[in-house]
């Protein structure tokens, strides 16, 4: 059975109540059930986590390494900051997709730069909620292609 990792950074634990015109009134835990429903009907494992700390995140891509096929990951503000976290995605080698449920390149410039982009295979931004089961169905079709 394949696993898939879908990681979230800091403030998305808040969504449904943060800032809703802009991110939605879809909880995470709303969404975790929906990728959760894909996987299952896939018969894929499915690890849906969220942190604050840039340090958990970053152990956690590690340990996608043994554990994981693929991964899908929305590093919150970490992806206009974290070399860190790029640095530990391009030592992940299965497919990888960055969503963003805004579009980052309608808003403050300081969001238009990820450090994340240059090393995923696929980037999602400005789907909403959607955007995380568009992505896992990207990596499920992506395992199947490689097998
Ligand atoms: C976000 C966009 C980031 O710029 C922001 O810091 C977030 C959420 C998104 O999903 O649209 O926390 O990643």
């Known amino acids: 059975m394949s696993c898939i990792m879908i990681i979230n950074g800091p403030n998305l634990n808040l969504l449904g109540k943060r800032e809703p015109e802009i991110y939605g009134t879809t909880t995470l835990a709303e969404i975790e059930q929906a990728c959760q429903e894909i996987a299952d009907k896939n018969q894929v494992t499915l690890e849906f986590l969220q942190s604050n700390h840039e340090g958990v995140i970053i152990d956690w891509i590690?340990?996608?390494?043994?554990?994981?096929?693929?991964?899908?990951?929305?590093?919150?503000?970490?992806?206009?900051?974290?070399?860190?976290?790029?640095?530990?995605?391009?030592?992940?080698?299965?497919?990888?997709?960055?969503?963003?449920?805004?579009?980052?390149h309608a808003r403050e410039e300081f969001r238009h730069h990820?450090?994340?982009?240059?090393?995923?295979?696929?980037?999602?931004?400005?789907?909403?909620?959607?955007?995380?089961?568009?992505?896992?169905?990207?990596?499920?079709?992506?395992?199947?292609?490689?097998?």
């Open 62 to 104: 590690h340990e996608a390494r043994d554990r994981c096929d693929a991964l899908l990951i929305n590093p919150g503000a970490f992806t206009h900051t974290s070399v860190a976290i790029r640095d530990a995605l391009s030592a992940f080698n299965g497919p990888k997709v960055e969503c963003h449920l805004s579009n980052v």
């Open 114 to 147: 990820s450090y994340i982009s240059p090393v995923v295979d696929s980037i999602i931004i400005g789907a909403g909620w959607r955007g995380y089961t568009m992505g896992l169905n990207y990596l499920m079709d992506s395992l199947a292609d490689a097998k």
